[in-house]
């Protein structure tokens, strides 16, 4: 049988409380630390850019393809999707590896190494600060049962198998905020926060935005579209409503 605990509320003043403050509070400041890091002479490109309005173009037509006539929809599909000379058209000799690119770039890697080492330098000393501190204690508990499996990840740092699996320890803790802050942090810095770790860790993995591959793949979605023009039957739906909203 688990042992029920009874947590002291200082546990909850002086470790819950603080930890979840230091956290949010380090996320900021690194949101505005990475802004001052970053190169002020970084543009972005201008083909890039170009690039990707075309592909919010052509996704902008396939997907409200049904409401313009069927000539005028093949005319366009056309411009974007023409073999010689269409926009979404990329010959395989021009494409691009976007990795290589990135690296050709002083400003761009030493952008990178920046924004890794305000990423890196706050975990450090915030999971050593958080295990010379609050190591051991048993900080919060979950409202609804877990199986055994969960214990490792809610228990790091606590070495009972009687305690229930429901408590969580404080360096479990730490690592739930530090992964599930990142909600919180886009209610607050917005969307595009320099707390993301996720997107950090995608742009050094080498999986950053590829336009010549954006584009092949919003041209293979337009030339398969089916087109069905809507406006010669709005008249039957308008009257089916009606009729429903009569009845």
């Not at 083909?47 to 005028?72: D, M, T, W």
């Not at 990795?99 to 890196?120: E, T, V």
């Not at 089916?226 to 009729?243: G, S, T």
Request: one cysteine or more; hydrophobic letters at 45%.
């Amino acid at each position: 049988m688990a042992e029920d605990l009874v947590l002291d509320t200082a546990i909850r003043d002086w470790v819950l409380i603080p930890l979840s403050v230091v956290m949010v509070l380090i996320g900021i400041l690194r949101h505005f630390v990475s802004k001052l890091m970053r190169s002020s002479s970084q543009n972005p490109d201008v083909k890039i850019v170009k690039e990707g309005q075309l592909v919010i173009r052509a996704r902008n037509l396939r997907s409200s393809a049904n409401f313009i006539p069927p000539k005028s929809f093949r005319a366009r599909r056309v411009y974007f999707c023409n073999e010689e000379n269409g926009l979404l058209f990329v010959p395989k000799g021009q494409a691009q590896n976007a990795q290589a690119q990135m690296f050709s770039d002083p400003n761009m890697a030493m952008d990178m190494m920046k924004k890794n080492l305000s990423m890196i330098i706050p975990q450090t000393l915030t999971f050593a600060w958080v295990n010379f501190f609050f190591s051991g204690f048993v900080a919060a508990k979950i409202p609804f049962p877990l199986t055994q499996r969960f214990r490792g990840m809610l228990q790091n740092g606590i070495d009972l198998s009687t305690v229930d699996v429901s408590y969580v320890s404080s360096r479990s803790w730490y690592f739930l905020n530090l992964f599930g802050l990142r909600g919180l942090f886009s209610l607050i810095l917005g969307d595009e926060n320099a707390t993301d770790d996720t997107q950090r860790m995608m742009q050094m993995s080498g999986f950053g935005f590829d336009p010549s591959k954006s584009l092949g793949a919003e041209k293979d979605s337009l030339d398969i579209v089916q087109h069905e023009w809507a406006l010669p039957k709005f008249e039957q739906r308008a009257e089916a409503v009606l009729r429903k909203l009569v009845r």
